[in-house]
T-cell receptor, first 113, second 112 residues
């Protein structure tokens, strides 16, 4: 069964450092997303991406965040200057169309120290 | 106003019983509804989708939708210990763009 692949599975970084989280969505999917989940809290939307541009972003997705699809397969989330409160599980997801369910990757656990 | 609401639980049921998980949503115009299962430390896994009023069955799972009451539920028949997880309700809210909005999830514990 097709799957969304995320790397790394766990990243520890110092406060103020830049991190890049990587994702390979399912190949025939057109919509891509990043969500995050702080420990014990709900799954929160960060950003959606379609046709090589951001289609929507949440209040969480401020100027410190950016996304990129550098080639035909990868989809990345960059956090420019990490803060302690950025510590969370970050999930990439993709879907084949509007209104369709998402397939989530296994996540990257980001720990900012 | 909470957009997608679930009782956080935990909901405890004995093995073999029916587990009933409930979700309400704020937007009457919503059209697409999903249930995800999330094991501790893992990612959400899609288990059911429902778009029309009524029941939809898939194996031991039945999703029920009542748009007039803005209510969606998930029934798990013959509950097994492996069903112990957090169940997330997710909705495409009208005016919410093309993004799923998740509830906080209900923790289900199936006891031997």
């Amino acid at each position: 069964e097709p799957e969304v692949t995320q790397t790394p599975s766990h990243q520890v970084t110092q406060m103020g450092q830049e991190v890049i989280l990587r994702c390979v969505p399912i190949s025939n999917h057109l919509y891509f997303y990043w969500y995050r989940q702080i420990l014990g809290q709900k799954v929160e939307f960060l950003v959606s991406f379609y046709n090589n541009e951001i289609s929507e972003k949440s209040e969480i997705f401020d100027d410190q965040f950016s996304v990129e699809r550098p080639d035909g397969s990868n989809f990345t989330l960059k956090i420019r200057s990490t803060k302690l409160e950025d510590s969370a599980m970050y999930f990439c997801a993709s879907s084949e169309g509007e209104g369709k369910g998402y397939t989530f990757g296994s996540g990257t656990r980001l720990t900012v120290v | 106003q909470k957009e997608v609401e679930q009782n956080s639980g935990p909901l405890s049921v004995p093995e073999g019983a029916i587990a009933s998980l409930n979700c309400t949503y704020s937007d009457r115009g919503s059209q697409s509804f999903f249930w995800y299962r999330q094991y501790s430390g893992k990612s959400p896994e899609l288990i059911m989708s429902i778009y029309s009023n009524g029941d939809k069955e898939d194996g031991r799972f039945t999703a029920q939708l009542n748009k007039a009451s803005q209510y969606v539920s998930l029934l798990i028949r013959d509950s097994q210990p492996s069903d112990s997880a957090t169940y997330l309700c997710a909705v495409f809210l009208t005016g919410g763009g093309n993004k799923l909005t998740f509830g906080t999830g209900t923790q289900l514990k199936v006891e031997l």
